[in-house]
């Protein structure tokens, strides 16, 4: 499921399918940090900062982090070509100020803004050169239907648009309503 996501599937594509359902997914003030060299091919679907967590974590499988934070040693990651997400960057380590307070709770990301996001055990965080968006697990479904159907009408409205024609045309002809059995 994760690669069907990442493979086909912008965070912005993601962002208008959950919109259409009516929740608030992005995380706002998250931006990618690692691997620049590349970084409009890089998406992370996975979860979870400095080289040694991130060495750690791609041992273990982690395909990413996502950090609502701050991050340093970002050559080392960028070696490592390991995609980080995060708030800004540091030159101080992580031990003097993160510790696990807890395990499998959910968490609330931009709690000071006007759309926390409420992240539970088994959401989907999604990243890329955008931003970060988390597809809640219980929707994951919905969402994947939803963008099938957005994405068959931008390639209709993008193909349409390269035949010359307008944009709004393009819409009008394209851009049809969500089917109620989608929602």
Not at 35 to 50: E, L, R, S, W
Request: glycine content about 8%; proline content about 5%; overall charge neutral.
């Amino acid at each position: 499921m994760d690669e069907l996501i990442s493979k086909n599937y912008s965070t912005g594509d993601i962002s208008d399918a959950l919109s259409k359902l009516g929740i608030e997914s992005y995380i706002p003030d998250i931006v990618i940090k690692s691997p620049i060299q590349n970084c409009q091919n890089i998406k992370v679907v996975g979860f979870a900062h400095t080289r040694l967590l991130g060495t750690r974590a791609k041992k273990i499988g982690v395909k990413g982090v996502v950090i609502e934070g701050r991050l340093r040693d970002l050559k080392e990651l960028w070696d490592m070509e390991f995609p980080a997400f995060a708030t800004g960057n540091s030159t101080m380590g992580a031990a003097p100020f993160s510790r696990v307070s807890t395990v499998g709770e959910p968490i609330t990301l931009a709690a000071d803004t006007i759309a926390p996001v409420v992240v539970k055990e088994g959401d989907i965080i999604v990243g890329d050169i955008d931003g970060v968006v988390r597809i809640p697990k219980d929707k994951l479904d919905k969402v994947l239907k939803i963008l099938q159907f957005l994405t068959l009408q931008d390639e209709k409205v993008l193909q349409h648009i390269l035949k010359g024609e307008t944009l709004k045309n393009s819409f009008e002809k394209f851009r049809k309503p969500l089917p109620t059995e989608l929602l």
